[in-house]
């Protein structure tokens, strides 16, 4: 019972498109976990797998890698997990996948995994499609040949899954293993190996090997540990990326002529048919049109199709909040559950739809193999910017909501081009700014036309969300050239074969993204509420007690209705609140900018979502509850500055507030999911001055221009 | 296939052919993208055919044995024809 104490750890690694999330999903099913790799921002999936004896293992999904020579974060995780035998994630058992129909490119890793001394299998996916297209493996020659256990699997239909978990079954109770290597060492590297053993006993030969090749950069290494490895290939003169070449044709010389002899087949027509569709998709002219018809659907779906089940999702937290105040005495307990944690809980949920929608549009698209292809044509115009081809699919959702097309930024390789469309997609005006605009726009621009077709408000609310893509992309371009990055950038992208989406792994996506955000980026969301409520409903004592004695006096003396004097008494509460205060105490920062306290009050609050900006409005000039534009727009338009009598809305002002609302990072959805993706505050606090920092000055300029 | 190997690219990179041309690769002149292009299973030997360049004076969409793979125009430079 000892051995069993600890868990099977099983490491699924594989070539990039070799169908290992199928593999996955299939192994796990809804039983996997999101996390990452120690220190570093790469995604690690990991699942309990049940075995057929009863017990559990654990399977770790590696980020897809062609060998052990590395240029990114994601295949350097690999090469970092796997040279370390005391890495937390150094697994019992490795099981390879490979494309059946590529194999003789996808054993290229194989032979360099099965160096490493670790247990392994060679899983030869793709089963069904093999078969449809006429290939056969002789799947007994190339277990004897490469000396090692061959199962044929498909992760799509569940074919051979049963004699995998047999053999792991069986080989985790027999971990006797010796194999021999395709690869044999030069003179040079076995001289490395030999001298670097004294230090690094508990490592294989090959494993000695990697640490050569890559000991500048692997971080388990301690300072004295890297020079003494140091020491021993400079005294070699040992040159790693010749040798790096050398090695990688000798292996494909050796296991080419075996993967030949064990394979035949006929000429594939999935290959013609993909060749047949790239050709219509990747047409000059035709695909970016039919990628922005793609995009305009994701667009719509987020928009329109979300809100239903939006409005829904704010209309049942409306119920409880109505039902909860209902029946709890009134009091600070029933506010706290109410305005407190259901409208926190509401505004997290509230996201789902949205989030749900963007990612079954995109992991359908990615399953199809389309999003590899939208991605290279791209590459070279987001490529100017210090993004990546990928980028384009977050920016335009971001269109309709920033916190999903953050997520969606998980497919870029390169950290650097992820972290800057993470940094500038907030400033794509999305969905909750459009209220904002539409009050705002009013009081800024008269409702003329000019030519007779352009209405004037409606050109400038075109201008805000140019305004809008011009920042995103000039706050890139500033990025690229501020931000370092050690890894080099790369397309060099193989585009995957068209192909039926899976459900499985379409619904298993969608799922794992709602996961993640609801529990990790939810709870952020949720202290944040909780503490812009405590902000605007609680104030100093004497401040409150002041304002609601003040209103009843005000009550009495112009005999008020009760709904009036309810209106009064919020509008008076939130002055007197700690919200209230702060925004007074800002007046003088947002003076020179055309603010007052009032405006300076919505800042505060609408820091939890931009079109709360609308709400408070409502509540500070006392108009209830109101959702109505209209109204807060009427009574926004006699407010008088009571030090100058001129009008607070007049064009100087509005536009100082719209270009802030542009600019400003006024979501703490989005700083929370940005905190989840990048892992640190530090990101976030970053774009929260820069975003912030820009609306203020740019807000100034506009002002101090037209005022 | 009916598309004839072009014959006048000796030793030019493979952003020299034109959509549709096609060549036999000989060597890299770039050792870091080499040992990429290499794992990825683009060998010396290995047939190139151009399918398409990208729109915007982009990259390059290849055929290289069984597989696609885009490349980047300085990618593309580094690999040289026989």
Redesign the interface.
């Known amino acids: 019972m000892g051995q069993e104490r600890s868990t099977l750890k099983i490491a699924l690694i594989g070539n990039p498109n070799c169908g290992k999330t199928s593999v996955f999903n299939r192994l796990t099913g809804l039983q996997q976990k999101v996390g990452n790799f120690p220190g570093v921002t790469v995604e690690k999936k990991a699942g309990q797998w049940n075995l057929p004896d009863g017990r559990q293992a654990l399977l770790i999904d590696f980020p897809g890698t062609?060998?052990f020579?590395p240029?990114s974060k994601d295949e350097k995780i690999v090469v970092q997990t796997l040279a370390n035998p005391s890495d937390d994630n150094y697994p019992d058992l490795i099981i390879y996948v490979a494309d059946v129909?590529?194999l003789?490119?996808h054993l290229?890793?194989f032979t360099q995994i099965k160096d490493l001394g670790i247990p392994s299998v060679l899983a030869l996916n793709m089963a069904d499609v093999a078969e449809q297209d006429g290939i056969e493996v002789d799947t007994e020659q190339l277990a004897h040949q490469l000396d090692t256990t061959v199962i044929s699997i498909s992760g799509r239909t569940g074919f051979g899954i049963d004699k995998l978990s047999d053999f792991v079954v069986n080989q985790s109770a027999n971990t006797s293993h010796t194999s021999n290597s395709v690869y044999s060492h030069t003179s040079e590297e076995t001289t490395l190996v030999q001298n670097l053993e004294p230090n690094f006993s508990s490592f294989s030969a090959y494993q000695r090997l990697l640490l050569g090749h890559h000991y500048p950069w692997l971080p388990f290494l301690t300072q004295s540990q890297r020079g003494t490895i140091a020491k021993v290939v400079e005294d070699l003169n040992f040159k790693t990326?010749?040798a790096?070449?050398h090695e990688?044709?000798q292996r494909?010389d050796t296991f080419t002529p075996i993967a030949q002899s064990s394979i035949s087949r006929k000429s594939?027509k999935r290959?013609k048919f993909?060749?047949r569709v790239?050709n219509l998709l990747?047409h000059?002219i035709f695909?970016?049109l039919l990628f922005f018809l793609l995009m305009l659907l994701v667009f719509q779906s987020i928009f329109t199709f979300a809100s239903y089940p939006m409005d829904g999702i704010d209309f049942f937290f409306g119920y409880l909040t109505e039902q909860t105040k209902a029946i709890l005495p009134a009091g600070w307990f029933s506010d706290l559950l109410t305005d407190g944690l259901l409208a926190g809980l509401g505004g997290v949920l509230i996201f789902i739809p949205q989030i749900a929608i963007l990612f079954l549009l995109i992991s359908i698209l990615e399953e199809v193999g389309y999003m590899?292809?939208a991605?290279?044509?791209?590459?070279?115009?987001m490529?100017a910017f210090g993004l990546n081809g990928r980028s384009i699919v977050a920016l335009i959702s971001g269109g309709a909501c920033a916190i999903p097309a953050v997520m969606s930024t998980r497919t870029i390789g390169n950290w650097k081009e992820r972290l800057i469309t993470i940094l500038v997609t907030p400033f794509i005006s999305c969905s909750a700014r459009i209220p904002v605009y539409t009050v705002l726009i009013a009081f800024a621009v008269p409702s003329n036309y000019v030519f007779g077709i352009f209405n004037l408000q409606g050109l400038a609310f075109m201008g805000l969300y140019i305004l809008g893509i011009i920042a995103a992309l000039g706050a890139a371009f500033v990025l690229k050239i501020i931000l370092k990055s050690q890894d080099?950038s790369?397309?060099?992208?193989?585009?995957p074969e068209y192909r039926m989406p899976v459900a499985r792994n379409v619904v298993l996506t969608v799922w794992d993204k709602v996961k993640t955000f609801t529990v990790e980026a939810g709870q952020v969301i949720l202290v944040i509420s909780l503490l812009l409520w405590v902000l605007s409903s609680y104030g100093p004592n004497r401040a409150m007690q002041e304002a609601r004695t003040e209103t009843q006096q005000i009550v009495t003396a112009q005999g008020l209705d009760q709904e009036a004097a309810a209106d009064l008494l919020a509008s008076r509460k939130l002055e007197a609140s700690y919200a209230g205060h702060l925004g007074k105490f800002m007046e003088p920062a947002i003076t020179p900018l055309g603010f007052d306290w009032k405006i300076g009050i919505a800042l505060i609050t609408s820091f939890a979502a931009r079109e709360v900006f609308v709400g408070t409005m409502a509540t500070i000039y006392s108009i209830g509850s109101t959702d109505d534009e209209f109204s807060i727009k009427n009574r926004m338009s006699e407010e008088v500055n009571p030090a100058t009598g001129e009008k607070v809305y007049n064009t100087a002002t509005s536009w100082s507030l719209l270009v802030f609302y542009v600019f400003a990072m006024q979501c703490m959805s989005t700083l929370a999911v940005v905190k989840r993706e990048t892992h640190s505050w530090k990101w976030p606090t970053i774009q929260f001055f820069m975003m912030s920092g820009l609306a203020y000055v740019s807000s100034l300029i506009v002002y101090q221009w037209l005022a | 296939m009916s598309t004839v190997v072009a014959s006048n690219h000796q030793n030019s990179p493979i952003d020299t052919l034109r959509k549709g041309q096609m060549g036999i690769i000989s060597h890299f002149s770039d050792d870091q993208m080499a040992t990429k292009l290499m794992a990825m299973g683009v060998l010396p030997g290995s047939v190139v055919t151009v399918i398409r360049s990208a729109p915007f004076g982009g990259g390059f969409y290849v055929k290289i044995d069984t597989m696609v793979i885009a490349l980047r125009k300085q990618e593309a430079r580094c690999i040289i024809l026989k």
């Not at chain 1, 991605?375 to 115009?381: I, K, N, T, V």
Request: with cysteine; hydrophobic share 40%.
């Open positions: 062609y060998s020579y240029t129909v590529k003789e490119k290229l890793l990326l010749p790096q070449v990688t044709m494909y594939s290959e993909t060749d790239d990747t000059r695909c970016p590899a292809r991605a290279f044509m791209f590459d070279r115009l490529q080099a790369f397309l060099m992208l193989e585009l």
